[in-house]
């Protein structure tokens, strides 16, 4: 009898440490909705504990889900044209590490490159969440909290193919000089105070949002378009997991990452031309279950009118 307590209240103590805020453990999910694979690159901030990889490859319709450990802290993005040389050497034409290698270990993108970052348990127990274009873009990324609370717990990211639209001043063209395949930031394409927020300008009130900027604004108005474009761009979520998501507009087209053509086809599964998130989950529940919470809607949402409903 004494046995049966001991495992009861063993039972007890572990359920109730499952619903102490910090102690669960966040998931990201990754999907490839691209039409051409996808490289994601992963980096820890310093000082916290790092997830179990940096650096994987997502073919095309692959998911990936990551568990990380509380209050850790990061970036995504996504990797590519990517390749190995004849000596072993992995690189990618954006969003490259410079590691060498699939993993990154430890490297950050080169710019231009699309980023979501994240902060777990941060200020009063929330996820502080973004999609930043400050570096550039190369790849449309979509972000939604799964099972989140919180006024500001909602998706960001941007859906928009900004490769072909970019200016030619800023653009990145592939290899053979026939695709745009990254669009530079301003402060990278050229390296002035203003656009950088750096020097005389690296204050919010000194450093205003410019031309450049506007152009990734107004297509994804949910983003971090410079440095201190914080009040429209950072969100926050409690007991949330995330899927990130490539390429998520219904109507992005792409090259594949070898430069062929790739069929034009939807990235989000559709029913009756109404956008459909899959794996929602009850933002009333104190946890992910099989109930189900139902959104619809239309709005205009990073450059698009579009109509969705999520499950």
């Known amino acids: 009898m004494a046995q049966l307590t001991f ?6 103590l ?5 619903f102490i805020p910090g ?12 039409d051409y694979v996808v490289w994601p690159g992963i980096l820890t901030n310093a000082g916290v504990p790092p997830l179990p990889t940096t650096g994987f490859t997502l073919q095309r319709g692959e998911t990936k889900t990551i568990a990380a450990p509380a209050s850790w802290g990061g970036r995504f993005w996504g990797r590519t044209r990517c390749s190995q040389d004849s000596t072993g050497k992995f690189s990618c034409l954006t969003g490259d590490c410079g590691s060498g290698k699939l993993e990154c270990s430890g490297n950050t993108a080169a710019p231009p490159a699309s980023l ?6 941060g200020a009063g127990g929330l996820d502080f969440f973004d999609v930043s274009l400050v570096d550039g873009y190369n790849i449309p990324m979509l972000v ?3 099972g989140g609370t919180g006024p500001n717990c909602t998706y960001t990211g941007c859906a928009v193919d900004l490769n072909e639209s970019c200016p030619s001043e800023l653009k990145v063209m592939s290899t053979d000089g026939r695709d745009g395949v990254a669009c530079k930031s301003a402060c990278e394409a050229f390296g002035q105070p203003q656009y950088c927020c750096s020097g005389a300008y690296a204050t919010p009130d000194t450093c205003k949002p410019s031309s450049y ?12 378009s410079y440095a201190y474009d914080d009040k429209t761009s950072t969100f926050t979520c409690a007991n949330a997991d995330y899927t990130i998501t490539f390429c998520p507009s219904p109507n992005t087209s792409q090259k594949s990452s070898t430069g062929q053509n790739a069929e034009t086809t939807p990235t989000s599964p559709t029913i009756n ?7 929602a989950f009850d933002e009333s529940a104190a946890s992910p279950s099989s109930c189900t919470h139902v959104f619809a ?14 499950f």
Not at 7 to 12: D, M, P, Q, R, Y
Not at 23 to 28: D, H, I, M, P, R
């Open 273 to 279: 031309s109404t956008m459909v998130y899959e794996g």
């Open 116 to 121: 979501a970052e994240f902060t777990l348990d």
């Open 213 to 224: 900027s506007e152009v990734f604004k107004t297509a994804c108005p949910l983003a971090y």
């Open 23 to 34: 102690l669960q453990a966040t998931t990201f999910t990754i999907v490839n909705k691209c």
């Open 297 to 310: 809607g239309t709005a205009m949402v990073m450059g698009f009118w579009w109509s969705w409903q999520l």
């Open 14 to 18: 572990i359920i109730s440490h499952s």
């Open 7 to 12: 495992i009861a209240s063993i039972c007890v």
């Open 144 to 146: 939604v909290p799964q």
